[in-house]
């Protein structure tokens, strides 16, 4: 695979207090609706294995797995966001943590990197790395038959906040913004992630 990347301009992560009216919408329905056991699937090909960030240095605000059928459900009431509801149609699955980071940042991004590392040695295919001071941005993809069948996003701002999103399902290559701009998490260069070419997958 080959791709070209822009550097966006670092910034901080917006408060996880200010999550996006998507992701609001998905954490009351799913936890209205746990019980009934709608979440990921764990047999889909884009499911990534994570780990947790632990307890120490972070403190874990959010936590949702999320499955095709509310994915799809939630889908029905986005006609003002076409590219999100074309997103949310496509997708199997969904999980999110979020962790506020209450210790050392350094820490963290080590993790995040070694998270990374692990998933590389599983057959994730890298595309995207930022690397500046504490703050770790990684993009990895899994490819199925030449097609992109997983994405996991990793981001840790140095600072204050880590956050881990795993999308399961087809996803195109500019859908990329679109994931960032429904999550409302900021991960500098994601945007500019552009998959020219699909290699073996």
Request: proline share 3%; charged share 25%.
């Amino acid at each position: 695979m080959t791709m070209t990347t822009s550097k966006a301009p670092t910034g901080s992560m917006r408060s996880g207090n200010m999550r996006g009216a998507v992701l609001a919408l998905l954490a009351c329905v799913t936890l209205f609706i746990s019980a009934c056991g709608i979440t990921a699937p764990r047999s889909n090909d884009g499911y990534a294995d994570l780990e947790s960030l632990g307890m120490r240095d972070t403190n874990r605000l959010i936590s949702l797995s999320i499955g095709p059928t509310l994915l799809h459900f939630a889908a029905r009431y986005m006609d003002d966001e076409p590219e999100i509801r074309d997103l949310l149609r496509g997708l199997d699955g969904v999980r999110i943590r979020i962790y506020e980071i209450d210790g050392d940042a350094r820490r963290v991004a080590q993790r995040i990197f070694k998270m990374s590392e692990h998933l590389r040695e599983d057959g994730w295919e890298p595309v995207l790395l930022v690397r500046e001071q504490n703050e770790e941005v990684h993009m990895l993809l899994r490819m199925v038959n030449h097609h992109i069948s997983g994405m996991t996003v990793l981001v840790s701002d140095g600072e204050s906040e880590a956050v881990i999103i795993n999308l399961m399902g087809e996803i195109r290559p500019e859908q990329f913004g679109d994931v960032m701009v429904a999550l409302d998490v900021d991960a500098p260069g994601v945007d500019d992630v552009q998959v020219t070419q699909i290699g073996e997958g």
